[in-house]
């Protein structure tokens, strides 16, 4: 666009990257409720609770199952390129996903529940890349936001499906071991009865013997019984145990070689354990510890002078385990209480956001990002506490329902305005158009900056109107100073034609005859003024100085002629009512200059009374009266001509506007 015209007008449309939305935080929301569920299951409430129990009594009151009881394992989540054989988890699609999923499910569930956690991670992982990309999509294609929503996904019917199906297997498989728990305690009270019978039968020794040593093989195949039974079964297990080896009158030799074979079997244990302590994986140490003492459980006696050193060293190589263990878990809590605070930050942090400063695209972009990043920075915070940690996540996705509800009513605000801004903005285009073809170049041009001020008033439209509605204005913005510019070359061809005639005018003037009569003289020169004036306006460049050359000209025939000074201060004032009152906007001009010439008549009128007033106390008798007298009488003197001069100005104003 040319001349005055603004070319940087302002270029609608600010578009702010896009948040999670509420139905993803809900799916975040899922995954937490589950991961807690499940460490809940399988972590034991304090490292105490499996802690080895101080005992000052010998091999007889060697640690009971009470004494060393042990949760289930926790089983820790491997690396995804470890899980399973074949390809790395993060590298597979969906399909081969459930595939592999239904595989597992398919298999025995008690190895598996790591990876099958991996497996449904990595698949809400491309999921969530899926629903971002076609989110990506629609708003590039001109959506809105809040009318995006993700299309339905079977293959996360199916391994939904597969989920349940493994939980339902997983609490069958528990309920079988409580089962199998509660008949392996029936088997073993039978074999302390069976004990018990031994301890008090007159039978033959060898057949006492080999049933004794069938009801300890058979207690070490019967495994796992109900916890609180575990106790008082090892005791009375032990209490016969040792009964039979006492009471009866066992051949010694076998006692000797029963009691070495078990104290090299210990002593082994205790190597095991100590060489456990160098183990870097604490959780998987204490794991083994649990097994060590299943076994060191199922060695018998070994001799009584032994007995006390033996499982003095085997506890104290345990205690180390255990108070790693319980270290570990100590710090862990630090670490969630630590999750804690942070996540009661970020929450702080988008409760405390103040929506009424938010009243621009600009602001809400900027917010968007801050609170992107702390959606961001919550992904990277570990589990709070087990009995905080969906509580602070509730916490942290009702604080963004917020966000993102304010936001949508904020758009949709906008896009009402948007509505009204294309309406005003078409308008604004129909009276550019119709002001487009106009000639009157130099009211036309004030309206058409005017139209394009009011514009830059006018906010946004939407995207898909915003590059028609401004190319329709400038369209015709533009036409119309191309139009003017085309018009403004030919004006500055007729201002050369009139410089031209002002400098042959200024040459008639100067070559006036000195001899021609006075009357005459000043006749010739009035029409030569005359003339100057009907001719149009000069380059702007050459103008004071063709003026100055015109008006020593006349100036020099006024001195020879001897014409009055005040004749010819009236003449240049009637030349420049003429130059005044060209134009359209000419008779305005005349009616400011009448105005400031009322002003100065009136002016002058005051100081003229007040120096009429100040004379009158003045005496020629007075020290220095005389002189002050004659000077104040020689100012109002100058200041009635001055007057009256300017009452020909307005007469002469009048005469024009007439």
């Given at each position: 666009?040319?001349?005055t015209?603004?070319?940087?007008?302002?270029?609608e449309?600010?578009?702010?990257?896009?948040?999670?939305?509420?139905a993803?935080?809900?799916?975040?929301?899922?995954?937490?409720?589950?991961?807690?569920?499940?460490?809940?299951?399988?972590?034991?409430?304090?490292?105490?609770?499996?802690?080895?129990?101080?005992?000052?009594?010998?091999?007889?009151?060697?640690?009971?199952?009470?004494?060393?009881?042990?949760?289930?394992?926790?089983?820790?989540?491997?690396?995804?390129?470890?899980?399973?054989?074949?390809?790395?988890?993060?590298?597979?699609?969906?399909?081969?996903?459930?595939?592999?999923?239904?595989?597992?499910?398919?298999?025995?569930?008690?190895?598996?529940?790591?990876?099958?956690?991996?497996?449904?991670?990595?698949?809400?992982?491309?999921?969530?890349?899926?629903?971002?990309?076609?989110?990506?999509?629609?708003l590039e294609?001109?959506?809105?936001?809040?009318?995006?929503?993700?299309?339905?996904?079977?293959?996360?019917?199916?391994?939904?499906?597969?989920?349940?199906?493994?939980?339902?297997?997983?609490?069958?498989?528990?309920?079988?071991?409580?089962?199998?728990?509660?008949?392996?305690?029936?088997?073993?009270?039978q074999?302390?009865?069976?004990?018990?019978?031994?301890?008090?039968?007159?039978?033959?020794?060898?057949?006492l013997?080999?049933?004794?040593?069938?009801?300890?093989q058979?207690?070490?195949?019967?495994?796992?019984?109900?916890?609180?039974?575990?106790?008082?079964?090892?005791?009375?297990?032990?209490?016969?145990?040792?009964?039979?080896?006492?009471?009866?009158?066992?051949?010694?030799?076998?006692?000797?070689?029963d009691?070495?074979?078990?104290?090299?079997?210990?002593?082994?244990?205790?190597?095991?354990?100590?060489?456990?302590?160098e183990?870097?994986?604490?959780?998987?140490?204490?794991?083994?510890?649990?097994?060590?003492?299943?076994?060191w459980?199922?060695?018998?006696?070994?001799?009584?002078?032994?007995?006390?050193?033996?499982?003095?060293?085997?506890?104290?190589?345990?205690?180390?385990?255990?108070?790693?263990?319980?270290d570990?878990?100590?710090?862990?809590?630090?670490?969630e209480?630590e999750?804690l605070?942070?996540?009661?930050?970020?929450?702080?942090?988008?409760?405390?956001?103040?929506?009424?400063?938010l009243?621009?695209?600009?602001?809400?972009e900027?917010?968007?990002?801050?609170?992107?990043?702390?959606?961001?920075?919550?992904?990277?915070?570990?589990?709070?506490?087990?009995?905080?940690?969906?509580?602070?996540?509730?916490?942290?996705r009702?604080?963004?329902?917020?966000?993102?509800?304010?936001?949508?009513?904020?758009?949709?605000?906008?896009k009402?305005?948007?509505?009204?801004?294309?309406?005003?903005?078409?308008?604004?285009?129909?009276?550019a158009?119709?002001?487009?073809?106009?000639?009157?170049?130099?009211?036309?041009?004030?309206?058409?900056?005017?139209?394009?001020?009011?514009?830059?008033?006018?906010?946004?439209?939407?995207r898909?109107?915003?590059?028609?509605?401004?190319?329709?204005?400038?369209?015709?913005?533009?036409y119309?100073f191309?139009?003017?510019?085309?018009?403004?070359?030919?004006?500055?061809?007729?201002?050369?034609?009139?410089?031209?005639?002002?400098?042959?005018?200024?040459?008639?003037?100067?070559?006036?005859?000195?001899?021609?009569?006075?009357?005459?003289?000043?006749?010739?020169?009035?029409?030569?003024?005359?003339?100057?004036?009907?001719?149009?306006?000069?380059?702007?460049?050459?103008?004071?100085?063709?003026?100055?050359?015109?008006?020593?000209?006349?100036?020099?025939?006024?001195?020879?002629?001897?014409?009055?000074?005040?004749?010819?201060?009236?003449?240049?004032?009637?030349?420049?009512?003429?130059?005044?009152?060209?134009?359209?906007?000419?008779?305005?001009?005349?009616?400011?200059?009448?105005?400031?010439?009322?002003?100065?008549?009136?002016?002058?009128?005051?100081?003229?009374?007040?120096?009429?007033?100040?004379?009158?106390?003045?005496?020629?008798?007075?020290?220095?009266?005389?002189?002050?007298?004659?000077?104040?009488?020689?100012?109002?003197?100058k200041?009635?001509?001055?007057m009256?001069?300017?009452?020909?100005?307005?007469?002469?104003?009048?005469?024009?506007?007439?």
């Amino acid at each position: 666009m040319k001349d005055t015209l603004d070319t940087n007008l302002p270029q609608e449309d600010g578009k702010i990257e896009e948040a999670k939305n509420p139905a993803e935080m809900a799916e975040m929301s899922q995954e937490v409720t589950t991961e807690a569920k499940e460490i809940e299951e399988t972590t034991p409430e304090t490292p105490q609770e499996a802690a080895v129990v101080e005992t000052t009594e010998a091999e007889a009151a060697e640690p009971t199952p009470a004494e060393a009881a042990i949760p289930d394992p926790v089983e820790e989540a491997a690396p995804a390129a470890e899980i399973a054989p074949g390809k790395p988890v993060d590298q597979l699609n969906k399909e081969e996903i459930l595939e592999r999923l239904a595989t597992l499910v398919e298999d025995s569930v008690e190895k598996s529940r790591a990876e099958i956690e991996s497996l449904k991670q990595a698949y809400y992982k491309l999921r969530r890349a899926e629903i971002d990309e076609l989110k990506k999509v629609f708003l590039e294609e001109g959506g809105e936001e809040a009318e995006f929503k993700a299309p339905e996904e079977e293959t996360e019917a199916k391994l939904k499906e597969l989920l349940a199906a493994y939980r339902e297997k997983r609490a069958g498989q528990l309920a079988e071991e409580e089962r199998q728990k509660e008949a392996n305690y029936a088997l073993k009270l039978q074999m302390i009865d069976q004990l018990k019978a031994l301890t008090e039968s007159q039978d033959d020794f060898n057949k006492l013997y080999n049933e004794f040593k069938d009801i300890q093989q058979r207690w070490k195949d019967v495994k796992n019984v109900p916890q609180e039974h575990a106790n008082e079964l090892w005791k009375s297990y032990q209490l016969y145990s040792e009964k039979f080896y006492d009471i009866i009158k066992i051949n010694n030799q076998f006692r000797d070689y029963d009691f070495k074979k078990n104290m090299e079997l210990k002593t082994a244990l205790c190597e095991t354990v100590e060489k456990l302590q160098e183990e870097t994986d604490v959780i998987s140490a204490f794991h083994q510890l649990q097994k060590l003492h299943q076994q060191w459980r199922e060695i018998g006696p070994v001799a009584k002078e032994l007995r006390e050193e033996v499982w003095g060293r085997f506890k104290a190589a345990s205690t180390v385990i255990n108070k790693r263990h319980q270290d570990h878990f100590e710090k862990l809590k630090a670490k969630e209480q630590e999750n804690l605070d942070a996540k009661t930050a970020i929450c702080e942090e988008i409760e405390s956001i103040d929506y009424d400063q938010l009243k621009t695209f600009k602001d809400w972009e900027a917010k968007n990002k801050e609170v992107i990043a702390l959606q961001d920075k919550w992904k990277a915070i570990g589990f709070a506490p087990k009995k905080f940690n969906v509580k602070i996540f509730e916490r942290f996705r009702s604080a963004c329902d917020v966000y993102f509800q304010k936001k949508g009513e904020f758009y949709k605000g906008v896009k009402d305005d948007m509505e009204k801004n294309l309406e005003e903005k078409k308008a604004l285009c129909e009276q550019a158009e119709a002001l487009k073809d106009n000639t009157d170049w130099k009211e036309t041009t004030d309206k058409m900056i005017a139209l394009q001020k009011e514009w830059k008033k006018i906010g946004p439209v939407a995207r898909k109107h915003s590059d028609a509605v401004w190319k329709r204005f400038i369209t015709a913005c533009d036409y119309f100073f191309e139009q003017k510019n085309k018009n403004v070359v030919s004006q500055k061809s007729v201002e050369q034609t009139n410089l031209a005639a002002k400098k042959e005018l200024i040459e008639k003037i100067n070559a006036l005859d000195a001899t021609v009569a006075e009357e005459e003289a000043l006749t010739k020169l009035r029409e030569y003024m005359a003339e100057w004036n009907n001719i149009g306006f000069v380059p702007f460049k050459e103008k004071d100085k063709i003026y100055k050359e015109y008006h020593e000209a006349v100036d020099k025939h006024f001195d020879r002629l001897k014409v009055d000074k005040n004749d010819r201060k009236m003449q240049s004032f009637r030349n420049t009512l003429n130059d005044l009152s060209t134009g359209e906007r000419g008779k305005n001009k005349l009616y400011g200059e009448r105005e400031k010439l009322m002003r100065i008549y009136d002016r002058m009128k005051s100081e003229l009374q007040t120096y009429e007033n100040n004379i009158g106390f003045l005496s020629v008798s007075s020290k220095g009266g005389g002189g002050l007298l004659k000077e104040m009488e020689r100012k109002i003197e100058k200041l009635k001509e001055e007057m009256e001069f300017t009452i020909k100005k307005i007469e002469a104003i009048d005469e024009n506007l007439d």
